[in-house]
């Protein structure tokens, strides 16, 4: 007598063949609250920047006649400040922030996150996908690129403020960066790498919008979402290298 085996359902079919996940919390909200401030604070930075550099609304007559350039800069020199302040927090959150959120997780001082980094370059141009090393956290071209990306925007704070006081030789901001213009080789050198550090922020936030969506719909673990919500579930039976 032989008996015969059911075979599984539709269902049951997909549900054994789909991988368990879990919830893992990589950002709280200090950090998240720094990123978007940034953020937001970056694009108003690059608007207003590129106005004060030329003036592109030129139908409103005299400049005496108004004070938009008066707005634009306190506009420009508001969002420096609060830029300012989200990288002294986020500084502090280096340390006081947890695993994923310390400094040893942002910047690449580890070996083997020097070893992973070209494994992950050649994932993300699609040439040895089977070969990318997974990260919770940030993986090493995220530690190299952030890392750079936060030296430029110190070149771009210290120049900014360098300019700013210039307006008022002899007051506090002057005192702080007075030194600027000469480290430079005049203020206008100094304007001119301000100028182009911008450009470098203008290409930089396409790509990494691109990217960050690209590796959730590459990997299927809420990257992107991770941003808003703090976490982002991953599967279970994966080995993370920061973990």
């Known amino acids: 007598m032989t008996t015969s085996t059911k075979p599984p359902t539709i269902a049951e079919a997909v549900a054994a063949a789909t991988p368990e996940y879990r919830w893992v919390l990589l950002w709280r909200w200090p950090l998240r609250v720094t990123h978007w401030l940034s953020a937001i604070c970056i694009v108003t930075l690059t608007v207003t920047g590129f106005y004060i550099g030329k003036p592109y609304f030129t139908t409103w007559g005299e400049a005496s006649a108004h004070y938009l350039m008066g707005w634009a800069r306190f506009i420009h020199f508001t969002a420096a400040g609060i830029v300012v302040g989200a990288a002294i927090l986020r500084i502090y959150w280096m340390f006081a922030g947890g695993r994923y959120a310390s400094w040893r997780a942002l910047l690449p001082v580890k070996t083997k996150d020097w070893v992973n980094l070209l494994k992950t370059v ?16 940030h993986h090493p071209l995220q ?24 307006s ?31 450009w470098v922020l203008v290409w930089f936030i396409p790509v990494h919008v691109y990217l960050a969506f690209r590796a959730d719909v590459m990997d299927r ?17 994966v080995k993370f290298e920061d973990e």
């Open 168 to 198: 008022n030789p002899g007051g506090a901001i002057y005192a702080l960066f007075g030194w600027v213009g000469p480290a430079f080789g005049g203020i206008q050198n100094a304007r001119f790498w301000h100028h182009v550090l911008t």
């Open 221 to 237: 673990e809420g990257e992107m979402s991770s941003i808003f919500s703090g976490g982002r579930f991953v599967r279970a039976d």
């Open 143 to 166: 530690q190299f690129s952030y890392t750079a990306i936060y030296t430029l925007v110190l070149i771009h704070v210290v120049t900014g403020f360098g300019m700013y006081g210039m």
């Open 122 to 137: 050649q994932y993300y141009m699609m040439v040895k996908q089977e070969e990318a090393p997974r990260y919770l956290g």
